[in-house]
């Protein structure tokens, strides 16, 4: 049956039926901590440069709360959605149970909540949303867990995903050391694993995975290229980044931050799809070319480091990786397993567009504040981009999970 996009538009809004699957539930928790984690942000950032605009001091530092906000609570809500939704299909398995997933979403969504109320002044706040959070990724990886001992196979993607939630199951716990009284240095080590642990690994498997796959399917003679010694060789390359920069040992980070370059460029050019291409397929493949471009950026900062003992750049290279790949990904990505999920054509909104066009902007923007005069305004102005490249993008997606799938079948 074939559905247009805007199919069910006059549908009611049923909150119920964002428990019907996990994507859904996650997906939409993920989509509005999207939006509330960087209107806290932005009016900080704001407050902080223009003093009139009156805000909060946070305790702990804003900067901290952002880093694990953003590494523990949005991005892992759309990882839970996704990977809830896509374990038993790769693992061969039977569905998740309702009564499986709900916690996990009902665990991150409160914690957050309450980490920001805490931001705001809530004193109790912080701790809540640490054991909210904690709670929900417990239910998650006990969730996600027993499918890889059930599987009759060997699912090599389940299993690199798994890896990385561990990791930052770690660093919600190192988080949570700092919070309950250790030195700040728990924080710093969180921040680091939430980026090389979890973030970069969980994206870069789905990519493996996905990528190919989806061009194979509507680009003809394209032929999948996704040899498994890739993750082989990128997971020691970016755990002995993360162990240099845990330990501060930047001055050798170029001996993976070059390989990583490589690697990623490699993985960029096998996997380009030539020819003629729908834009919902294009979009993956420019996110994907923020890949490359970070640890070009990572790359030049590290050799720059070791040569002269200068930190050029500052946290640049983090913020493409983060806003460029990470945010690019996110919404082709999300936007692909929304339309399909929801029985609608696989096609790029007009919404999903602009949101994806405008964050591009929004990562040069920031990548740039740390070479800029007044990097805190461009700091503040990238936060508000943001928020104007994800509202309506997010408004969007937000109302197909609360209606029923646009072809009849159920989920």
């Not at 009016?43 to 953003?70: D, E, I, K, N, T």
């Not at 694993?193 to 003679?221: D, E, K, N, Q």
Request: charged share 10%; net charge positive; proline share 7%.
């Amino acid at each position: 049956m074939t559905t247009r996009p805007d199919s069910h538009s006059g549908s009611p809004l049923s909150p119920g039926l964002l428990a019907v699957a996990p994507h859904r539930l996650m997906f939409f928790i993920g989509a509005t901590n999207l939006l509330i984690a960087m209107a806290w942000w932005a009016a900080w950032l704001l407050a902080a440069r223009w003093p009139g605009w009156a805000m909060p001091q946070s305790q702990p530092y804003a900067g901290w709360v952002h880093a694990f906000v953003m590494q523990y609570q949005v991005l892992p809500s759309f990882f839970f959605g996704f990977l809830l939704t896509t374990f038993p299909k790769w693992l061969g398995l039977p569905e998740i149970d309702r009564w499986r997933y709900v916690p996990v979403g009902l665990g991150i969504f409160g914690g957050q909540i309450a980490t920001l109320l805490g931001a705001l002044g809530w004193e109790a706040g912080i701790v809540v949303g640490l054991w909210m959070t904690a709670a929900g990724w417990l239910a998650g990886l006990l969730t996600l867990g027993p499918l890889l001992w059930r599987e009759p196979g060997t699912t090599w993607h389940a299993r690199s995903c798994f890896a990385a939630l561990v990791l930052g199951f770690i660093g919600v716990l190192a988080w949570g050391a700092f919070v309950l009284g250790a030195s700040p240095m728990w924080v710093f080590a969180s921040i680091k694993i939430g980026s090389f642990g979890l973030l970069l690994p969980v994206y870069l498997t789905v990519a493996h995975r996905m990528f190919p796959f989806f061009a194979s399917r509507v680009v003809p003679g394209y032929q999948p290229w996704r040899p498994m010694w890739l993750l082989a060789v990128f997971w020691p390359l970016g755990l002995v980044h993360l162990v240099l920069e845990l330990f501060h040992l930047y001055s050798w980070l170029w001996l993976v931050d070059l390989p990583l370059l490589a690697l990623t460029a490699t993985m960029l050019w096998r996997w380009w799809p030539r020819g003629d291409k729908p834009g919902l397929l294009t979009v993956l493949f420019i996110g994907m070319a923020w890949l490359p471009l970070a640890f070009a950026l990572y790359s030049a900062q590290s050799v720059s480091y070791a040569m002269t003992g200068i930190y050029w750049l500052g946290r640049g290279p983090a913020h493409a990786l983060f806003i460029g790949f990470f945010g690019s990904v996110l919404v082709a990505m999300v936007t692909r397993v929304t339309m399909g999920h929801a029985g609608r054509a696989l096609v790029m909104p007009g919404v999903a567009w602009f949101a994806f066009i405008a964050i591009q902007v929004v990562a040069v923007m920031r990548v740039a504040a740390e070479t800029l005069p007044d990097a805190g305004a461009w700091q503040a102005l990238a936060a508000v981009g943001w928020l104007v490249a994800f509202a309506p993008w997010v408004a969007r997606i937000g109302r197909i999970y609360l209606v029923p799938r646009a072809d009849g079948k159920p989920g």
